[in-house]
């Protein structure tokens, strides 16, 4: 199985992935119709999200947490007030239950355990959880019920309302 070091691609991921990401970004966030209070982003990376967040939701508490200490060194240097990042695991996510009111996973599933994930996804937030994964692995999420299912360039996004 390949696998991509994400502490070694700290320092030129947004140049890389910046253009496709920010995409996939717009395209999550415009599920969001709920009032929001607190959201995660669950695999954050730099915290790309958090800028998609801050322009279209305004001033609420972001959580973004990551296994790549180097994607969170990144992700500092975008934080603001209201921000807070952690390094966990997001099929272990350290976080008491129903604390978010939305969480996002955008291109991450991939590297989880999807069941043991959404379970966790579930526990900790009250509202919806945002998903998004390639289409070529559209299968691992077919047992979830969805709201939506759109799809962007490559990508397939799933809202799951809770």
């Known amino acids: 199985m390949a696998y991509l ?10 140049e890389l992935y910046g253009g496709e990401q920010r995409a996939k970004h717009h395209h999550a966030v415009d599920r969001v119709r709920e009032a929001v209070s607190r959201v995660c982003d669950a695999g954050c990376g730099t915290a790309l999200l958090l800028e998609t967040i801050r322009a279209r939701l305004g001033p609420v508490e972001y959580v973004g947490f990551d296994t790549a200490a180097n994607m969170l060194a990144k992700a500092l240097l975008r934080a603001d007030a209201f921000t807070h990042l952690v390094q966990a695991d997001a099929n272990h996510m350290p976080f008491r239950g129903k604390v978010f009111s939305h969480l996002f996973c955008l291109t991450v599933i991939h590297h989880l355990k999807p069941q043991q994930f959404i379970q ?29 299912n759109e799809t962007v360039d490559e990508i397939i996004t799933i809202s799951i309302h809770l």
């Open 5 to 14: 070091d994400y502490d070694m691609l700290s320092e030129g991921y947004d």
């Open 120 to 148: 966790e996804a579930q526990r900790t937030t009250t509202t919806k959880i945002i998903i998004s994964q390639h289409k070529r692995l559209t299968p691992r999420l077919t047992d979830y019920p969805v709201e939506e």
